[in-house]
């Protein structure tokens, strides 16, 4: 069984945004392609044009529609992928070493070498964050993008993981969430950063920021009716016609 780090010198992971994730999947995609063609074996799909595609995703975009306490229905945009624990089940019940925690940075990974595909540190992972690639017979997982971040070959701004550099809302962020004063965990303590079922006790470095409650119309009073969108749009622009308009409406009213 492969042990854990007592401690990691960063912690690096993701927060995400639950406010601002607009559930395009450009994440997904992206991870896919990133990771296709360059970390590791290729994520492999099984018959993609058939009626029954399947194929192995590092990180996946769920969408539920939540009722809160007060206020409306609210359709959530869940993106999930590995959270890269700091008591990660997923290391400690491998039974060949294959997957690690490193010590530097806190990153999860797999040695696909050394991988046998038993599919015990998928059962392990509260999250359902490794999928078995059906083509290569050994366990896949986010892997932060760790031959970006460290890529000193990339423009420094795409040193970020491939989901990151592409959202286009800005929902996903990326840095060392072991350091107080860092972007990443600044945007936690501002916004109440949550854990991933911490009843768990898997202590994940990945935070998701809450949605917001939305806006709600309860100042209009009940007899108000249905409210028409296009009426600030149809009020008069002056109350009394000035100019030539108001000389002919004048004299119209003589006739």
């Not at 959530?76 to 490193?102: M, N, Q, W």
């Not at 999860?108 to 991988?115: I, R, S």
């Not at 971040?149 to 970020?160: G, S, T, V």
């Not at 911490?198 to 007899?223: F, S």
Request: net charge negative; with cysteine.
């Amino acid at each position: 069984m492969t042990q854990l780090p007592e401690r990691t010198e960063k912690k690096l992971g993701l927060v995400i945004d639950l406010d601002t994730c607009v559930g395009c999947h450009a994440c997904v995609v992206s991870c896919k392609g990133w990771n296709t063609e360059n970390y590791g074996a290729p994520l492999s799909d099984q018959s993609p044009y058939g009626a029954d595609p399947s194929g192995t995703f590092l990180n996946r975009v769920h969408s539920y529609e939540v009722q809160p306490d007060q206020g409306a229905a609210q359709l959530i945009h869940f993106p999930k992928s590995c959270l890269h624990c700091e008591d990660a089940p997923c290391v400690t019940v491998c039974p060949t070493g294959a997957s690690y925690k490193r010590t530097e940075d806190g990153i999860v990974l797999v040695n696909e070498t050394d991988c046998i595909g038993c599919g015990l540190c998928a059962w392990a992972c509260p999250y359902g964050a490794r999928e078995l690639d059906a083509a290569e017979g050994v366990m896949k997982k986010c892997t932060l993008c760790v031959d970006r971040i460290y890529n000193e070959n990339l423009p420094e701004e795409d040193r970020l993981p491939a989901c990151v550099r592409t959202c286009p809302a800005g929902a996903r962020h990326f840095g060392d969430l072991g350091d107080p004063g860092s972007e990443v965990s600044q945007l936690v303590a501002e916004r109440g950063g949550m854990d991933l079922m911490p009843e768990q006790g898997t202590k994940p470095v990945n935070k998701y920021l809450p949605p917001r409650p939305k806006d709600e119309m309860d100042h209009i009073p009940a007899t108000a009716g249905e409210i028409d969108v296009l009426a600030p749009l149809l009020k008069p622009v002056a109350e009394e016609p000035k100019g030539f308009i108001g000389w002919l409406d004048k004299a119209l009213e003589k006739l």
